[in-house]
């Protein structure tokens, strides 16, 4: 059962709002994550006050973790040594509320009304529950949460409770420090979730506290980072607290009052988190100095969230459910990177502890597209943070033989996270998505400084790597063996097309650079290896291969039953290497990113053959195959396909939104709309758009930062509109045509797209037993 969209009573569609009318029990951890609120340095999931009615609640902070040792059943020379683990901070969203006894909670009481909201346009988690006591008093509890923007470290909680008679209430406002209590996970045989650690990893720094006052300080034992604790409570009249307990693993301070009918009881509880080193001192003192009150914290959220819509938001017209859910893909993506300062994006933002709170390429394949076009400065800094890794990448590519930098395929600190090399080091093309973005941010943004403080080291020391680790073939043809590309179920392999397309433009776009620490030489060698790279090609079907090997591999039975899928969690990798399967897009991900390089018959020959075998395993796929749907013109699986997209975490269609939002996904999502149905393709000659709007649909709108201007876009049932809202006059093209957009808003006519039905897999030559129906294709 899909969770949002299948009970739109208890999950109303609401266009600024995630709402939740009832209380259900079952899908608790889901909703923490959905519910969740954050700003890319701090989060904090959505988990109830009370401790029974929490499924795996928790604080993180992007990039506080912890290392060990990674322990190899069978060593070899190269392979990844130091694991990482983003930990979870102690957490302050702790309360336990007894009225006359009895302790208040979803799972034990009776709740007369429940709603429960998460406010896009402020950045506000808001819960209100009618509670029917067994004294027989009518009670209401009112939590507000929210992170600052400003202060990226703080948070701010308010509780109010009130009572139509006079109640006996008995109130402990607590931290917890989850990373050390005991928790089952259900983590065991699946590699998309965090494990956790044998042994005590947060010890005491500093542990004082008095009269509901705290500062506290905890060090990551094997990795030296520390973190910093400041917790104030605050009340409009001075209540005494009963008693104040300080303990390295739950603190608390608790208070006993008489609540009478007329009054309410309103605590706000603000929380500040600072981070640092093995050296750091005064830590606990660090955060205190942060601290801002409540109605600063929430000041700044709706602040922050006002200007970010105001040049971010997309509206699809009249599409209400639609509206909504876009606009929480979007609001993730703000929650997962608007204040990570000079830092990677986890694969599951700040949201959960998913995929060990490592960075991947996702954030630079679709994310940084994202980021570029709507918070140029925080898409630098995602850039600025893989630089500052090229050290520890130099010392990488030494150990793998090659020259250059060689980035990890996972990381935190920058050292090689993946201890599975055949799906983790072997995807060598991080460092073509590295580079794909570093170009497009110098194409897009208009920033002049940051080719030579970091953008050109970044293109060189990638294309070095390549062109190590390639070689020229008797053929006189530039191979690359040995690699895993995007799809995880086919791996080492010779010639990934999507990584040798890649690698191309990596290449390429080094070896353009004018820039005194490249050789003519060497310029020579890349462009060669450029030109002569080898493309893997099917003449019989007259598609493009994936692989040297890939079409003499057995085809994976389609019978497989829905139960066994994801196949990773069901089936030995050895299984899946041999056959004919794809987990995400790959030839087709590469002909969106390459977009210049292929025919509109390659494109379409392509979807048609690699679309009825990809499972959808993976959640980066959906949103892939969407837009490459609308741009060979399949327009009905293009929509679905985005729907899927949309809809990852909100009906949780993976089964492990528990672990966190799929940030990546959210990112896919952003560029469905602009780069799928507004047809927006970029780093060409001009800013290049073919519009594929989904026949009914009224209307898509949005804008861009793009070269130094505010660009936006309106898109109707044929034509397509531009203003530039900032800066001067920019060139565009929409389809082939050139036209100057100016502060006047230009509308340009658009001619019908002819709609081809249904994606056809026997125009490929397909045997009919690989025509998988489409649910099975798009369902994960």
């Not at 639609?322 to 949201?351: C, E, Y």
């Not at 990381?411 to 090689?416: A, K, Q, S, V």
């Amino acid at each position: 059962m899909a969770l949002i969209t299948d009970d739109r009573t208890r999950f109303p569609e609401a266009p600024w709002k995630l709402l939740e009318t009832r209380h259900e029990p079952g899908d608790a951890g889901a909703l923490e994550t959905l519910f969740a609120v954050g700003n890319g340095h701090l989060g904090v999931r959505g988990a109830h006050w009370a401790e029974a009615d929490a499924e795996l609640p928790g604080t993180f902070i992007n990039g506080f973790h912890e290392t060990w040792g990674i322990k190899h059943a069978e060593n070899a020379y190269g392979f990844a040594r130091t694991g990482q683990r983003i930990l979870y901070v102690p957490d302050t969203t702790n309360f336990t509320i007894n009225i006359d006894g009895e302790a208040l909670s979803l799972a034990g009481s009776t709740v007369l009304q429940y709603t429960r909201a998460l406010d896009f346009s402020t950045g506000l988690y808001h819960c209100r529950i009618t509670w029917l006591c067994r004294s027989g008093a009518t009670v209401t509890t009112i939590e507000r949460r929210a992170v600052g923007f400003e202060s990226r470290g703080c948070l701010a909680i308010t509780l109010e409770i009130s009572a139509d008679r006079e109640v006996y209430a008995d109130i402990t406002s607590s931290i917890i420090n989850r990373q050390d209590k005991a928790v089952e996970d259900h983590s065991d045989h699946d590699p998309r979730r965090s494990g956790r650690h044998a042994g005590r990893v947060l010890l005491p720094v500093q542990l004082d506290g008095d009269q509901g006052s705290f500062r506290m300080a905890w060090q990551a034992a094997e990795s030296g980072q520390q973190v910093g604790l400041a917790v104030d409570h605050w009340f409009p009249t001075a209540i005494t607290p009963f008693e104040t307990v300080v303990d390295q693993d739950e603190s608390s301070v608790r208070y006993v009052l008489a609540l009478t009918p007329g009054t309410t009881f309103r605590m706000e509880k603000t929380v500040s988190y600072a981070v640092g080193g093995r050296d750091a001192v005064d830590l606990a003192e660090t955060a205190a100095a942060g601290m801002k009150n409540v109605d600063a914290i929430f000041g700044e959220a709706a602040t922050h969230f006002r200007n970010y819509w105001a040049t971010a938001d997309i509206t699809v017209a009249r599409r209400p459910a639609l509206q909504q859910a876009i606009r929480w893909n979007l609001f993730q993506l703000a929650q997962a990177t608007a204040r990570a300062g000079v830092a990677g994006i986890p694969a599951k933002g700040v949201s959960g502890s998913g995929y060990e709170g490592h960075y991947f390429w996702d954030q630079e394949v679709y994310l940084l597209p994202y980021l570029t076009y709507t918070n140029p400065d925080a898409a630098r800094q995602v850039l600025e943070s893989r630089h500052a890794m090229l050290p520890v990448a130099r010392a990488r590519a030494a150990e793998l033989n090659v020259d250059g930098a060689l980035f990890p395929w996972r990381t935190i600190n920058g050292l090689e996270a993946s201890a599975y090399y055949a799906a983790g080091t072997a995807q060598f093309h991080i460092a073509s998505a590295i580079a794909f973005a570093t170009n497009r941010y110098m194409w897009a943004s208009g920033d002049a400084s940051f080719q030579p403080s970091a953008g050109a080291e970044l293109l060189i020391e990638t294309a070095r790597m390549w062109a190590s680790l390639g070689f020229f073939g008797k053929d006189g043809q530039f191979h690359i063996h040995g690699v895993t590309g995007p799809d995880e179920y086919t791996a080492v392999v010779n010639d990934n097309l999507y990584t040798n397309v890649m690698a191309r433009f990596n290449l390429l776009a080094a070896a353009a650079l004018d820039d005194p620490r490249i050789s003519e030489e060497e310029r020579e060698v890349w462009t060669q290896a450029a030109v002569r790279m080898h493309v893997p090609y099917d003449e019989d079907l007259k598609v493009h291969a994936q692989d040297n090997d890939f079409m003499t591999l057995e085809p994976w039975d389609w019978t497989t039953p829905r139960a066994k899928y994801p196949l990773l969690l069901n089936f030995h990798p050895l299984v899946i290497y041999r056959h004919q399967v794809l987990k995400q897009a790959d030839t087709v991900l590469a002909m969106f990113l390459q977009w210049q390089d292929f025919t509109a018959e390659d494109k379409r020959r392509a979807f048609d053959f690699y679309d009825p075998i990809t499972t959808g395993d993976s959640t980066l796929s959906a949103c892939v195959q969407g837009i490459m749907a609308a741009e060979v013109g399949y327009g009905q699986a293009a929509l679905e396909h985005f729907t899927h997209a949309l809809y990852i975490d909100l009906d949780n269609t993976h089964g492990n939104t528990v672990d966190g939002v799929h940030i990546a996904s959210t990112g896919g999502v952003w560029s469905s709309l602009v780069s799928g149905f507004a047809g927006y393709r970029d780093q060409g000659a001009l800013p290049h758009f073919d519009p594929r709007l989904p026949a009914d649909w009224e209307g898509l709108s949005f804008r861009l930062n793009i070269q130094d201007r505010l660009l936006a876009v309106q898109l109707e049932q044929g034509a397509i509109s531009f203003t530039v809202e900032s800066g001067a006059p920019l060139a565009v093209s929409v389809r082939g045509q050139q036209h100057l957009v100016s502060s006047q808003t230009l509308r340009v006519g658009l001619e019908p797209i002819a709609d081809l039905g249904t994606p056809n897999p026997f125009s490929t030559g397909l045997p009919a037993h690989l025509a998988v129906p489409a649910t099975v294709a798009m369902a994960a």
